[in-house]
């Protein structure tokens, strides 16, 4: 079966601080990835499509790349209003919208 | 704007049915392809399933592949999800969401509504 793992499921970060999440596919998904962020008890909100372009009106200061097995969301300088989690999801393989587990970004 | 409600939610003994519904509007929904996902409480999220733009092509993940329909009326801009045999497993908040381009099936999810709350309890 296709798994997608994300790592870690959990950081603890300062504003400021620059944050990378990874993301390995179990097989080769080109670069048919996205980034969501989601905050409590809000719908996900989509941050990057194929693997590192910026959806419009999302800061710069997101970024994603990758491409094949492994992928990684940065933030270059962590805000406030980041804290949040993130979800990776793959749109290649079957099924076509498998999300990984989710990164949990917290305060330290 | 471009929007997405869905509605339908409610509590429901294992066993029961439910039909979810999800009102479009600001775009053409009738050249998007649409899906639903689904959030257990304190868990991730979960993709459910997929519609084509035409309604030929559906897909269902395997844990509610055989119990679920998914459907769409372009005419009334609607997506649905009828749910039948519910487990407790199923409670979650269900989210419809749009497809980013409308020449990818497989695309990212631009736009989600807001979710309604399924809840599957005796």
């Given at each position: 079966?296709?798994?997608?793992?994300?790592?870690?499921?959990?950081?603890?970060?300062?504003?400021?601080?620059?944050?990378?999440?990874?993301?390995?596919?179990?097989?080769?998904?080109?670069?048919?990835?996205?980034?969501?962020?989601?905050?409590?008890?809000?719908?996900?909100?989509?941050l990057i499509?194929?693997?590192?372009?910026?959806?419009?009106?999302?800061?710069?200061?997101?970024?994603?790349?990758?491409?094949?097995?492994?992928?990684?969301?940065?933030?270059?300088?962590?805000?406030?209003?980041?804290?949040?989690?993130?979800?990776?999801?793959q749109l290649?393989?079957?099924?076509?919208?498998?999300?990984?587990?989710?990164?949990?970004?917290?305060?330290? | 704007?471009?929007?997405?409600?869905?509605?339908?939610?409610?509590?429901?003994?294992?066993?029961?049915?439910?039909?979810?519904?999800?009102?479009?509007?600001?775009?053409?929904?009738?050249?998007?392809?649409?899906?639903?996902?689904?959030?257990?409480?304190?868990?991730?999220?979960?993709?459910?399933?997929?519609?084509?733009?035409?309604?030929?092509?559906?897909?269902?993940?395997?844990?509610?592949?055989?119990?679920?329909?998914?459907?769409?009326?372009?005419?009334?801009?609607?997506?649905?999800?009828?749910?039948?045999?519910?487990?407790?497993?199923?409670?979650?908040?269900?989210?419809?969401?749009?497809?980013l381009d409308?020449?990818?099936?497989?695309?990212?999810?631009?736009?989600?509504?807001?979710?309604?709350?399924?809840?599957?309890?005796?």
């Amino acid at each position: 079966d296709f798994q997608l793992t994300q790592s870690p499921s959990f950081l603890s970060a300062s504003v400021g601080d620059r944050v990378t999440i990874t993301c390995r596919a179990s097989q080769g998904i080109s670069t048919y990835l996205a980034w969501y962020q989601q905050k409590p008890r809000k719908a996900p909100k989509l941050l990057i499509y194929a693997a590192s372009t910026l959806q419009s009106g999302v800061p710069s200061r997101f970024r994603g790349s990758g491409s094949g097995t492994e992928f990684t969301l940065t933030i270059s300088s962590l805000q406030p209003e980041d804290f949040a989690t993130y979800y990776c999801q793959q749109l290649n393989s079957y099924p076509p919208g498998a999300f990984g587990q989710g990164t949990m970004v917290e305060i330290k | 704007q471009v929007q997405l409600v869905e509605s339908g939610g409610g509590l429901v003994k294992p066993g029961g049915s439910l039909r979810l519904s999800c009102a479009a509007s600001g775009f053409s929904f009738s050249d998007y392809y649409m899906n639903w996902i689904r959030q257990a409480p304190a868990k991730g999220l979960e993709w459910v399933s997929f519609i084509s733009k035409s309604g030929t092509t559906i897909y269902y993940a395997d844990s509610v592949k055989g119990r679920f329909t998914i459907s769409r009326d372009n005419a009334k801009n609607s997506l649905y999800l009828q749910m039948n045999s519910l487990r407790a497993e199923d409670t979650a908040v269900y989210y419809c969401a749009k497809s980013l381009d409308p020449l990818f099936p497989y695309d990212a999810f631009d736009v989600w509504g807001r979710g309604t709350v399924v809840t599957v309890s005796s």
